[in-house]
């Protein structure tokens, strides 16, 4: 399991790699001023809100099967809140490099 995964990120790796440089050129043209490196962390956003958004689905019908006043929904609900935070320091960030 560890391997595919390992072989999924190598494989985006290597797309994002052959892809960059053809839409610099096409940027160029435009005169924009977003870099190479503004897109790159625009991708790798993108893919932190997908993950947070497995998780936070996860964590909710998990937390779902617990009443409220037992000790793992309180321990659910500290960790949905956690994910929360984590997506709005994201889109903190996202809302950084589209300011640009």
Do not use: G
């Not at 625009?42 to 932190?48: A, F, S």
């Not at 929904?73 to 949905?80: A, C, G, R, V």
């Amino acid at each position: 399991m560890r391997k595919i995964i390992i072989s999924a990120f190598v494989v985006i790796f290597i797309a994002i790699s052959c892809v960059i440089p053809t839409m610099d050129h096409l940027y160029a043209k435009e005169k924009s001023h977003i870099t190479t490196y503004d897109r790159i962390q625009y991708i790798q956003i993108l893919i932190h809100f997908r993950y947070l958004e497995k998780q936070l689905e996860a964590v909710i019908s998990e937390r779902n099967n617990y009443p409220e006043n037992s000790q793992e929904y309180k321990l659910l609900s500290e960790q949905l809140n956690h994910i929360l935070a984590q997506e709005a320091y994201y889109e903190k960030k996202l809302n950084t490099l589209n300011s640009k």
